[in-house]
């Protein structure tokens, strides 16, 4: 089923007002939608107010009028899953395994931590975010958060499915995050997701697009 990955840059004087809509999303016609705070690195003090999104899936086009009335910018990345592994709040919304295909990927991951393990997991993220900045194809990153503390997740846009690849099980710092999760029991849920980037429409900028490169 399509997945649309919506992103909103809304001012700082209507910053209540998108909390007020991520608390209270109203009913929508889609089969599940989660909406959600940003961050512009991936620690618990890097929180973005101005920037606010949601991940939707439906077979047809989800509109959200009430956000795109306060927004100033806005993109929107429409998606098809290739493989998820994981739950989200008790939910398998992506089940697809696809071959990767040539062109852009989304990664997209999402865990709830675990209380008395979540100090320790924040300890052992600097060193990834750190690399990932500089990761070869990588095109957009962006943190994601269904609250303050303990509900994180990430956003990453890559150039293809090898260059994300190559990130997530080559880059000794990740591989070494990966390693540990079974042992440390980080995680009360966690889903990992990858999906065929079909078209972005809206404004590039407000997935955080690294300057230079090129789609």
Do not use: C
């Not at 990927?105 to 997991?121: E, M, Q, S």
């Amino acid at each position: 089923m399509p997945v649309t990955l919506h992103v909103w840059r809304v001012p700082r004087h209507l910053v209540g007002a998108a909390m007020v809509r991520v608390a209270f999303p109203g009913p929508h016609r889609t089969s599940f939608a989660k909406f959600l705070g940003t961050a512009d690195g991936f620690g618990p003090l890097d929180a973005d107010l101005t920037r606010w999104a949601a991940v939707t899936v439906s077979e047809r086009p989800v509109l959200l009028p009430k956000w795109d009335k306060i927004a100033v910018a806005r993109a929107r990345v429409s998606l098809t899953p290739l493989h998820s592994r994981g739950s989200w709040s008790g939910k398998t919304p992506f089940e697809a395994h696809r071959p990767a295909p040539d062109g852009m990927v989304l990664g997209l991951t999402r865990a709830r931590l675990r209380p008395t393990r979540a100090a320790a997991f924040w300890r052992a993220i600097p060193p990834v975010a750190r690399e990932v900045t500089g990761a070869p194809g990588l095109l957009a990153q962006f943190g994601i958060g269904e609250a303050p503390l303990g509900w994180q997740g990430t956003v990453s846009l890559w150039r293809n499915a090898a260059d994300l690849a190559r990130f997530a099980y080559r880059q000794p710092e990740h591989r070494q995050v990966i390693a540990r999760t079974p042992t440390d029991g980080w995680y009360a849920e966690e889903l990992f997701a990858r999906f065929a980037v079909d078209e972005i429409t809206g404004d590039r900028a407000v997935l955080g697009w690294v300057a230079g490169e090129r789609a």
